[in-house]
């Protein structure tokens, strides 16, 4: 069974602390993709990557890095946490080359920064 | 880049009523994805439409996608309690796999 896991489900975090989201899937897809979720705006994609150590900018890359060394791991870096950054993470992957190509999402981890 | 408009933005149906959420562009779109989220839960896909005027039914729902390859919409006949939560479209954009996300339609069912 197809699955997507994140490092965690919540998060507390200080302004100006570096944070990791971590997300993993065991289905060797190629492409991974991080999104925040706020109310009345959706999904919004932050980075995505394609293959190991590539990496493109989504809608709203600002404040964020991203990190992948391995095919199956896909890490969000907030350099300097900020209290706009409150938010859900959602991590998805995909494979290449489907017609047929279904997202596969992580459980989220809501992240409170104060 | 691409935008794609979903309305309403919330809905609160008697169990038993109809709900039909639409979704927008002012641009062709390559397909069209539907994805459901519980509360407190994550995004499932539930289908995908590609072709012009296609229609597809999951038991009570109907899923359209326009002629013109502009708009879709999501149908739910009699809904129950089971309905419950935020719906969204998504479209494919710039790369294959990338995908673009309407804002999502929350539908809340009582009894």
Redesign the interface.
Known sequence: DVKVTQSSRYLVKRTGEKVFLECVQDMDHE?M?W?RQDP??????IY?S?DVKMK?K??IPEGYSVSREKKERFSLILESASTNQTSMY?CAS?A?GRS?????????TRLTVL | GQQVMQIPQYQHVQEGEDFTTYCNSSTTLSNIQWYKQRPGGHPVFLIQLVKSGEVKKQKRLTFQFGEAKKNSSLHITATQTTDVGTYFCATNTGTASKLTFGTGTRLQVTL
């Open positions: 492409n993709f999104y009345g705006l959706g999904l919004r994609l995505f394609y493109e989504g809608d959602l995909i290449s047929y190509n279904e997202q596969f999402f992580g459980p989220g």
